[in-house]
């Protein structure tokens, strides 16, 4: 974006009261970085990319976006930075549990799909963010053990054409050393997408970590995607030791009927009740109201055989995933926290699974247990408080670009009434990119945790997915974990400002 286009934008949202400016992006420092060895026990990255995860790893949390500015200075590219980032997180940061402290990895993909929908000269800003995380994670890990990833066994790593038993036996079977041993051999000698498949299978085959496991997954393969697939052998054998973390489990899964298995072991047996063509269903609004209605009081079990049921009709698997939607929406406006959250951002994970996967079995499966699973992350609570689609439109007093700063301005006073006004501005405004657009700016200044921006990246995605009538519904319901304009700005945006401003 050239400087007069820019200007022109700025003036145009200008109206957007709290959104922040961020022009001090523009004038980078000259900061000096060095290089370090890499001590041989620990697991080594392609020397191009090694300098530059020595020097994330290496450089205080203080000083270590300075030094990041002098590289992109200097030459530096986005794409090396995303990938020096990951995978200074899988290298020094344990998967387990696959959230706290792991969250400064699981959040590297979410940052960067939050910089590819920002517009040019704020690209940075989600990174420099990830950039810090990873800092403070760092810390944490050194506090609890200083965890870092070794060298594989070469001895053990199978040859391809055993390679790909003997890693669904070992994950299996729960089996850490076997399954660290041979995805080694996968990733060395197959392809991208027949990994991915096996991957999707075992990230939501248990809702252990709430639905992180699936997350992870999908996320490591969407950055791998962007940084490229030659540095898939660490980050995937980050991925497959997070997938057998038992969540302090004596019992190996493998032998025994641990509840958090049971529903992916139930929907195994279901996929051959699914009719022959069931991906040419039809939207059925009708389907999609029932299952969510369902999210409310029904079990894991009911909902999976009801979602069987309703694809054998001849309804659309999108239906399905609208109802997984909605009901993750109308657990946030019950119960905002942690558990709730995560059924937005598991859904997200899992739906973009389903649609990069060729097997149909594996499609099946992950929808099977999407459904099975929202029932989970309402845990014990009762069917009570607000409901969705009873939530009535509430006059905007304002229009346009004002209207949106109203809405965000209501988001830090009352989340209920700022929920109502969507519906109002949706009605009058189908198209919702300036609340996105208002949104993730706020995330930008206001964002304090790693979930801020997985759970706004999920949301303003999946809403592009969904059907019109479901979708203002739930983005009306995401301001229950949205940043309003009355939030106080975070500290890291202070810091970029005062550094790069200099």
């Given at each position: 974006?050239?400087?007069?286009n820019?200007?022109?934008?700025t003036?145009?949202?200008?109206?957007?009261?709290?959104?922040?400016?961020?022009?001090?992006?523009?004038?980078?420092?000259?900061?000096?970085?060095?290089?370090?060895?890499?001590?041989?026990?620990?697991?080594?990255?392609?020397?191009?990319?090694?300098?530059?995860?020595r020097?994330?790893?290496?450089?205080?949390?203080?000083?270590?976006?300075?030094?990041v500015?002098?590289?992109?200075?200097?030459?530096?590219?986005?794409?090396?930075?995303l990938?020096?980032?990951f995978?200074?997180?899988?290298?020094?940061?344990q998967?387990?549990?696959?959230?706290?402290?792991?969250?400064?990895?699981?959040?590297?993909?979410?940052?960067?799909?939050?910089?590819?929908?920002?517009?040019?000269?704020?690209?940075?800003?989600?990174?420099?963010?990830?950039?810090?995380?990873?800092?403070s994670?760092?810390?944490?890990?050194?506090?609890?053990?200083?965890?870092?990833?070794?060298?594989?066994?070469?001895?053990?790593?199978?040859?391809?054409?055993?390679?790909?038993?003997?890693?669904?036996?070992?994950?299996?079977?729960?089996?850490?050393?076997?399954?660290?041993?041979?995805?080694?051999g996968?990733?060395?000698?197959?392809?991208?997408?027949?990994?991915?498949?096996?991957?999707?299978?075992?990230?939501?085959?248990d809702?252990?970590?709430?639905?992180?496991?699936?997350?992870?997954?999908?996320?490591?393969?969407?950055a791998?995607?962007?940084?490229?697939?030659?540095?898939?052998?660490?980050?995937?054998?980050?991925?497959?030791?997070?997938?057998?973390?038992?969540?302090?489990e004596?019992?190996?899964?493998?032998?025994?009927?641990?509840?958090?298995?049971?529903?992916?072991?139930?929907?195994?047996?279901?996929?051959?009740q699914?009719r022959?063509?069931?991906?040419?269903g039809?939207?059925?609004?009708?389907?999609?109201?029932?299952?969510?209605?369902?999210?409310?009081q029904?079990?894991?079990?009911?909902m999976?055989?009801?979602?069987?049921?309703?694809?054998?009709?001849?309804?659309?698997?999108?239906?399905?995933?609208?109802?997984?939607?909605?009901?993750?929406?109308e657990?946030?406006?019950?119960?905002p926290?942690?558990?709730?959250?995560?059924?937005?951002?598991?859904?997200?994970a899992?739906?973009?699974?389903?649609?990069?996967?060729?097997?149909?079995?594996?499609?099946?499966?992950?929808?099977?247990?999407?459904?099975?699973?929202?029932?989970?992350?309402?845990?014990?609570?009762?069917?009570?408080?607000?409901?969705?689609?009873?939530?009535?439109?509430?006059?905007?007093?304002?229009?346009?670009?004002?209207?949106?700063?109203?809405?965000?301005?209501?988001?830090?006073?009352?989340?209920?009434?700022?929920?109502?006004?969507?519906?109002?501005?949706?009605?009058?405004?189908?198209?919702?990119?300036?609340?996105?657009?208002?949104?993730?700016?706020?995330?930008?200044?206001?964002?304090?945790?790693?979930?801020?921006?997985k759970?706004?990246?999920?949301?303003?995605?999946?809403?592009?997915?969904?059907?019109?009538q479901?979708?203002?519904?739930?983005?009306?319901?995401?301001?229950?974990?949205?940043k309003g304009?009355?939030?106080?700005?975070?500290?890291?945006?202070?810091?970029?400002?005062s550094?790069?401003?200099?």
């Amino acid at each position: 974006m050239r400087r007069r286009n820019f200007l022109k934008w700025t003036g145009a949202t200008g109206a957007l009261a709290g959104l922040g400016d961020f022009g001090f992006l523009g004038n980078l420092p000259s900061v000096s970085a060095a290089d370090a060895k890499m001590p041989p026990r620990f697991v080594q990255f392609h020397p191009e990319i090694e300098p530059l995860v020595r020097l994330l790893e290496n450089t205080p949390r203080e000083r270590v976006l300075e030094e990041v500015a002098h590289r992109i200075r200097t030459g530096t590219t986005y794409r090396e930075v995303l990938a020096a980032l990951f995978l200074a997180g899988v290298r020094n940061i344990q998967p387990r549990p696959v959230g706290f402290k792991f969250h400064a990895v699981l959040v590297v993909n979410s940052a960067h799909i939050a910089s590819l929908s920002s517009p040019d000269e704020e690209r940075w800003l989600p990174i420099f963010w990830a950039i810090d995380q990873f800092k403070s994670s760092q810390a944490a890990d050194e506090r609890e053990g200083n965890w870092t990833m070794g060298l594989v066994e070469e001895s053990k790593v199978p040859p391809s054409h055993k390679a790909k038993q003997a890693f669904t036996e070992a994950m299996d079977s729960w089996d850490e050393a076997a399954a660290d041993a041979a995805i080694v051999g996968l990733v060395r000698t197959t392809g991208a997408h027949e990994i991915f498949e096996l991957f999707c299978r075992y990230g939501a085959r248990d809702f252990r970590e709430i639905g992180h496991k699936a997350i992870f997954v999908a996320n490591s393969f969407r950055a791998l995607e962007a940084i490229g697939w030659h540095h898939a052998e660490p980050i995937l054998r980050s991925v497959a030791y997070a997938l057998l973390d038992r969540d302090g489990e004596k019992q190996n899964p493998s032998k025994a009927d641990l509840p958090a298995d049971r529903p992916y072991r139930k929907n195994v047996e279901r996929l051959k009740q699914i009719r022959p063509g069931w991906l040419d269903g039809k939207l059925d609004p009708e389907a999609t109201k029932e299952l969510f209605q369902m999210v409310r009081q029904g079990s894991s079990l009911d909902m999976s055989q009801r979602a069987v049921e309703l694809l054998n009709k001849g309804v659309a698997p999108q239906s399905l995933f609208d109802a997984c939607w909605e009901g993750a929406g109308e657990l946030l406006m019950r119960a905002p926290g942690i558990l709730s959250l995560h059924a937005s951002t598991f859904t997200n994970a899992v739906h973009y699974s389903w649609q990069h996967c060729r097997d149909e079995e594996t499609r099946k499966l992950l929808l099977l247990q999407n459904v099975a699973f929202m029932p989970l992350y309402r845990g014990n609570k009762q069917d009570k408080g607000p409901r969705l689609d009873e939530l009535e439109p509430a006059p905007l007093q304002t229009t346009g670009a004002e209207a949106v700063s109203e809405i965000f301005s209501d988001v830090s006073k009352d989340r209920t009434l700022a929920s109502r006004k969507i519906l109002s501005y949706l009605k009058a405004h189908p198209d919702p990119k300036p609340l996105a657009d208002a949104a993730r700016r706020l995330i930008f200044t206001k964002g304090r945790d790693a979930h801020d921006y997985k759970f706004s990246t999920a949301i303003l995605e999946d809403s592009h997915f969904m059907a019109p009538q479901w979708r203002d519904r739930f983005l009306a319901a995401s301001v229950f974990n949205l940043k309003g304009s009355g939030a106080s700005d975070n500290d890291l945006v202070k810091r970029i400002r005062s550094a790069l401003s200099a």
